[in-house]
């Protein structure tokens, strides 16, 4: 065993990394949304616009939650960007139109882009329930 006074000139132990963070602990991932996402069980269609910013697009619904989505194969957006969303569900029975403010954009491999957004207001249970089933 080494001794940290052999080479300070103390009988002092040399720390040992591991036991420490056995004793403090490590940080475990806070989960930073506030709401379930859920995946709609089939592909659904969803349209994008705003006419102020002459901005119109045909996406798919990624993922949804009562307070935002997840689109795919949009195009380039900024974050920040005010749209309203048309969600579709699968089945072209239900249409839920709400506004939208763009929050994170990345481009896919297919060459468009992702786009996760947040909603002016939360969706209700009811209105989600459509798009789940």
Not at 16 to 26: E, F, I
Not at 93 to 121: N, P, S, W
């Amino acid at each position: 065993m080494l001794f940290a006074g052999d080479l300070l000139g103390t009988d002092m132990l040399m720390p040992n990394p591991k036991a420490l963070s056995r004793l403090v602990g490590t940080r475990k991932k806070q989960e930073r949304r506030t709401a379930i996402r859920c995946a709609p069980s089939r592909l659904a269609p969803c349209y994008l616009y705003s006419p102020t910013d002459g901005i119109g697009a045909s996406t798919w619904i990624y993922n949804l939650s009562a307070i935002g989505v997840g689109l795919v194969g949009c195009p380039r957006l900024s974050p920040g960007t005010m749209v309203n969303v048309e969600l579709t569900n699968a089945s072209c029975m239900r249409t839920l139109a709400v506004d939208m403010c763009i929050i994170r954009v990345e481009a896919v491999k297919a060459g468009d882009h992702y786009i996760g957004g947040q909603f002016t207001r939360k969706l209700t249970y009811d209105e989600l329930l459509a798009f789940l089933v």
